[in-house]
């Protein structure tokens, strides 16, 4: 099978991490300490596993920068209502949608609204490099990039 429908067929089963899931009323510094504690980038808020936001580190970077407290419920400042994919959905597709937008995680739900997973960006290249690691490994090297954004600080 070649990469391009591998990337078309396989399901993001096949890229998912198993989400951190938190209630909306628990306080930004207990999301910190969670984030902290799991080693991740994010935490899915949800009621009965149903999904109900999803906060993330550059959602914490964000708030730090404005001083904001520690102490208001997640649900004060988390995204609500994230863009989603079901898990019959494809790697193709969940790459496209974290093209389109932007994001760097995308929450799995089922078809109850349920959290199931996440696609993360690196999930994603590990899946490519294990996968297709004829396609990755035997790139060519790019001479002087031109960075369409400026890296860094």
Do not use: W
């Not at 790459?95 to 799995?108: A, D, E, H, T, W």
Request: proline share 7%.
């Amino acid at each position: 099978m070649d990469f391009e429908s591998s990337l078309n067929t396989e399901s993001v089963g096949e890229a998912l991490t198993t989400p951190v899931c938190v209630e909306a009323s628990a306080t930004v510094r207990e999301v910190f300490a969670l984030l902290k504690k799991r080693n991740t980038g994010s935490v899915l808020i949800c009621d009965h596993r149903r999904l109900q936001g999803i906060f993330t580190e550059r959602d914490a970077l964000r708030l730090m920068a404005r001083g904001d407290s520690l102490d208001v419920p997640i649900s004060d400042v988390m995204i609500d209502t994230p863009s989603t994919i079901g898990p019959d959905a494809t790697v193709g597709d969940a790459i496209r949608q974290m093209f389109s937008g932007g994001y760097r995680r995308l929450p799995i739900i089922d078809a109850n609204g349920a959290a199931i997973g996440i696609v993360k960006v690196s999930t994603v290249i590990h899946y490519l490099v294990q996968h297709f690691p004829q396609a990755v490994y035997n790139l060519p090297p790019v001479p002087d990039p031109i960075m369409q954004e400026r890296e860094g600080s």
